[in-house]
């Protein structure tokens, strides 16, 4: 993917949460505008503290945009599914 496929696709308006699904499998839940920062050839994931409201980050990760192969929206059944499952962790 290229970054202004990633940053058009990240910037449209209103904003709603999305997952980026790498090629190994891993998953990044993007739940906030901030939590999502695109470079050159790679975008930078911020990873929210469990528990917390408000934007506290725990850590960031460097993920290959040449590895992403989709983006898939979240929607708010999915969401809910996933706080549930944050806070019995």
Same mark, same amino acid.
């Given at each position: 993917?290229?970054?202004?496929?990633?940053?058009?696709?990240?910037?449209?308006?209103?904003?709603?949460?999305?997952?980026?699904?790498?090629?190994?499998?891993?998953?990044?839940?993007?739940?906030?505008?901030?939590?999502?920062?695109?470079?050159?050839?790679?975008?930078?994931?911020?990873?929210?503290?469990?528990?917390?409201?408000? %934007?506290?980050?725990?850590?960031?990760? %460097?993920?290959?945009?040449?590895?992403?192969?989709?983006?898939?929206?979240?929607?708010?059944?999915?969401?809910?599914?996933?706080?549930?499952?944050?806070?019995?962790?």
């Amino acid at each position: 993917m290229l970054a202004d496929e990633f940053t058009s696709f990240v910037r449209r308006r209103p904003f709603r949460p999305y997952r980026i699904v790498m090629s190994d499998g891993q998953a990044y839940d993007i739940f906030h505008t901030d939590f999502a920062l695109v470079l050159f050839d790679s975008v930078i994931v911020f990873s929210q503290k469990k528990d917390r409201e408000q %934007l506290d980050f725990e850590r960031s990760t %460097l993920v290959s945009l040449t590895h992403v192969v989709r983006i898939e929206l979240i929607d708010a059944d999915d969401r809910a599914a996933i706080k549930r499952k944050r806070r019995k962790k």
